[in-house]
């Protein structure tokens, strides 16, 4: 179950909202009665409730909004349990002078913004002797390893036990706290209106994670990477595994770059099943991985981690994805898709062009690299074994192939290219890695000038639906995955006005 977040200034709206929330299937709404910009009534909130409700009302102290004294709030504490709440919630030092009465539910909770605490089965232990029917634990993750002690502890809770960790790395553990037995987890009404810091909107949490579908016997795969919070690879994995009726859930989970080995090593209690690797972790990780392919190890980079045979494996999907995507792109441009000997002009010298390089120099193409900071682009095109050319020359001589495999154009620089236009000769396939928006700014420009075009969408969806094999031995849903990919991207280009986004009264 999911209960959503509730908190409005004015009585209408928040009685507005939640009857909203009820039509569209909420099953539990917690009202945040410390938003209200007057004294809670809290009989007109309850009369006719359209779903059960936590009633909360938080301090300031404890990141609530509450105005009043301390006196006045357990006041209202106590109308909503007269008043027959089927929840009210009772932080640690409160929960002792507020007594059971009739029906209402008490969800004795915990909150810690700065840590979690490495005594969290003490603290479980102690609110356990409160009269709780819910225990609520939430802490700041400062490592991806609070939350595996997080789940660990809701797992061995005899009281039922609502434990997640908040902030950006909290994700893994909001999500998964129902595989281990939590009886439901927090939502907001929308991102715009989190309440807690990293809270997932009941959207993400309801469609996109699917957390009533979550159960102990739920596969569990991730992405790691620092930042992550941008990843599309949530939205296209979950939205496979969705598609197939697969029970396995996809999970972002940002991981620091000094602290690779240590948060996979405690990610192993939950069993991960698979990981895509990101930016910085693609080097790292071949020091976690037992076994990998030749082509990965030429490389020194790898996009995924899999398991065989009790093995962690890397490969690298990036450099084969950006191949058949280009490829294809010839076969539709009426060209034979043989790469060898064609003359492709890289841009670019990170993680991309150095998969693409290798893979297009393994197919036997003529490669040139050319990157905006002379140093690290020469010294890729000397790894790789090609020719390099300064970044003022890129545009100096033509070529078959042209790809782009730096961050320019990428969402929100989107009126940028990194090659002008009229470089271009209409014989050049152009292929642009970037996938944010689809339609780059170069794409758009090679289009106009008769070029053959590839967009990053391809690549992008050929090297997750190839993680999606290996991880659950199934075709991917291709079409599907892009579908659903573009439509995230378009949805990200509408502008949201203040009433659409819910933004507070
Ligand atoms: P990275 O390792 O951080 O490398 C970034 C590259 O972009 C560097 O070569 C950098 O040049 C260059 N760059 C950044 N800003 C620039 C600017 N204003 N002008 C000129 N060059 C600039 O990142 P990466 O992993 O290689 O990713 C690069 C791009 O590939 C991103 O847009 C990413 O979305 C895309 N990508 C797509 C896929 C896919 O599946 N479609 C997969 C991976 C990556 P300097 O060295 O001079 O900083």
């Known amino acids: 179950m999911i209960c959503i977040s509730l908190g409005r200034t004015r009585h209408s709206s928040m009685m507005e909202e939640h009857r909203a929330l009820a039509e569209k ?27 059960p409700v936590v009633v909360t009302c938080r301090r300031k102290a404890d990141r609530g909004r509450w105005f009043g004294t301390e006196d006045q709030r357990l006041a209202i504490l106590r109308e909503a349990i007269i008043g027959g709440a089927e929840y009210v919630d009772l932080e640690v030092d409160v929960a002792g002078s507020i007594r059971r009465y009739g029906k209402t539910k008490r969800i004795v909770s915990y909150h810690n913004f700065d840590e979690t605490p490495l005594e969290l089965f003490d603290i479980y232990q ?15 993750a400062n490592s991806p390893g609070d939350n595996v002690r997080m789940l660990e502890m ?9 434990g997640f960790c908040m902030g950006e790395m909290g994700t893994i553990s ?15 009404f929308s991102r715009e209106r989190e309440m807690a810091p990293g809270q997932l909107s009941w959207a993400e ?17 991730a992405v790691i990477g620092d930042p992550i919070a941008q990843s599309k690879s949530p939205l296209i994995h979950n939205a496979a595994y969705r598609r197939l009726g697969l029970n396995a859930v996809y999970v972002p989970i940002r991981v620091p770059p000094d602290r690779l080995q240590e948060s996979l090593n405690e990610l192993e209690r939950l069993q991960v099943a698979g990981y895509s690797v990101t930016i910085p972790h693609k080097e790292g990780v071949l020091q976690y991985a037992e076994q990998m392919d030749e082509a990965t190890d030429l490389m020194g980079a790898a996009n995924t981690l899999f398991r065989r045979g009790g093995q962690w494996c890397a490969t690298n999907t990036d450099a084969p994805a950006a191949i058949s995507a280009i490829q294809e792109g010839l076969r539709k441009a009426g060209c034979i898709p043989d790469l060898a000997a064609r003359k492709v002009l890289i841009l670019g010298a990170g993680g991309a062009a150095r998969a693409v390089g290798h893979g297009l120099l393994q197919q036997g193409a003529v490669v040139t690299l050319t990157n905006r900071s002379r140093d690290r682009g020469k010294s890729l095109a000397g790894e790789l074994g090609c020719q ?3 970044w003022e020359n890129r545009g100096s001589e033509t070529c078959d192939v042209l790809v782009n495999c730096t961050a320019v154009g990428m969402h929100p620089n989107v009126d940028e290219t990194p090659f002008e236009q009229h470089w271009l000769s209409d014989s050049t396939l152009v292929f642009d890695t970037v996938y944010n928006p689809e339609q780059t700014l170069l794409l758009k420009q090679a289009r106009n000038r008769g ?8 690549m992008f969806i050929r090297q997750a639906a190839l993680q999606f094999a290996l991880f659950t031995g199934y075709e991917a849903p291709v079409e599907y995955m892009a579908d659903t990919l573009r439509r995230s991207n378009a949805a990200a280009r509408t502008i949201v006005s203040p009433e659409q986004s819910g933004g507070e009264s």
């Open 388 to 390: 390099f050319t300064s």
């Open 205 to 221: 949490v309801r469609n996109l994670y699917r957390f009533d579908h979550i159960s102990e016997r739920t596969a569990v795969f």
């Open 25 to 51: 299937g909420a099953e539990l709404v917690e009202l945040r009665v410390d938003f209200m910009r007057k004294r809670p009534d809290i009989g007109r909130l309850l009369k006719d409730r359209p779903t």
């Open 154 to 162: 809701v797992g061995a809770a005899d009281v039922p036990t609502v």
């Open 126 to 140: 102690r609110m356990a002797k409160l009269d709780p029917d819910v225990i609520k634990i939430v802490t700041m």
């Open 174 to 188: 909001r999500v998964l706290c129902g595989r281990y037995g939590s009886p439901f987890t927090y939502a907001s």
């Open 451 to 458: 070029c053959a075009v590839v967009s990053g969408v391809e």
